[in-house]
């Protein structure tokens, strides 16, 4: 047990001890929260992890042949399109080359990237007005602009090798910048793209989830092995405990920091709100969403550019990978998230200064 998991498993306690009591001090219902997130987790993890896994370990010698043709990592592949808990860390694991890059492609630029274009940006899309969009939308492209400094920093902590860290910065690099530039110049069709690649995702992996769980009920028609189904829902099950801790420890830092955050909210000179949302993105963005409409147009633009690669670091993908992974790896993509999640806000708040004094966007960044 690594020294996160242990913080975790401490308030996860105080919120299930707060539950025995009957929520007498109001942290039960985050611990339920937490908890509930393993149904979430359960149909990417065990869908994309086991039958996923199977169906490349069955075709290595296919498709190390195409990968052998690439000039970089192939685990890149799945960092820059899966989240680690969506499947990528796993992904990641049979296509890569050496433990160094696994680790940078499928915990850290999946934590960074990967997250972003499988779920942030089409959840987000799908779920504010259409009025907050533009704002939301330029936040996320802050965000991507600086991903890159949080590789660069995760690689140095992994000890990846110049060599290999230059074959795999290069197309990352021209990646956030391709992106940037598709959600600056055509914004709907960007998003449109992500939301139809996001779709497909999402129909892969309830496939493969059903034949996973199909071979769980029919043994003889099993496509993962077993061992593996179980191990998978060992790992949902102590990351939805994570979770637990993370969004009970959430709970307090609102509760006992108020008068910070307003002193916060004066110094950026936004609304309390637009500091809340930051603070409860680190757990989880969803509970961001309900608050976009509320926050100011500053505000919607540095959750926007927070969301990107900041979101979830004390949240489920924390969780995901304190239960795979060593403490210090945890270490490393926390510090990566942190990095371009602050950034991300600092280069949204400098952006807005160059706005009009109606606070508009330019009109390439609308929809």
Known sequence: MNVFTAIMLVFATVGMLDKVAGGRFRLSESFDKGLLTMGTM??????????????????????MKVMD??????????????APDMGGYFIAEQLSGS???????????????????????????????????SF????????????????????????????????EFIPLLLICLLMAAGLMKMPEKTVKGF??????????????FFITVMGVFVPSAAYADFSSVEEIVIVVFKSAVIISGSLVLSELILRFFGKWIAVIARKLRVNE??????LLGCATSLAVLPLISKMDDKGK?????????????????????????????????VIAKVICGGLGVLLAYKLYGRFSGRGELSEAAEI
């Open 195 to 208: 939301e139809i690649f996001a779709r497909g995702i999402q129909i892969i992996t309830l496939i493969l």
């Open 136 to 167: 939301v939308l330029n936040g996320f492209v802050a965000g991507l602009i600086v991903i890159p400094v949080g590789l660069v920093a995760a690689a140095a902590l992994l000890g990846v090798g110049s060599g290999e860290f230059v074959a």
């Open 69 to 82: 043709t690439l000039p970089f990592d192939p685990s890149i592949v799945a960092g820059v399109l899966l």
């Open 273 to 278: 709100i637009s500091v809340i949302g930051i």
């Open 301 to 333: 633009l540095m959750n926007g550019a927070f969301s990107v690669s900041g979101a979830y670091f004390m949240g489920g993908q924390m969780g995901f990978v304190s239960s795979v992974a060593d403490g210090y790896t945890v270490a490393v993509m």
């Open 99 to 133: 433990k160094e890059l696994f680790v940078f492609n499928g915990i850290v630029l999946g934590a960074l990237l990967g997250q972003m274009v499988t779920f942030q940006l089409p959840i987000f899309l799908s779920s504010i007005r259409k009025e907050d969009s």
């Open 42 to 63: 359960c149909i990417p993890m065990v869908g994309m992890s086991c039958a996923g896994v199977a169906l490349i370990q069955n075709n290595t010698e296919t498709i």
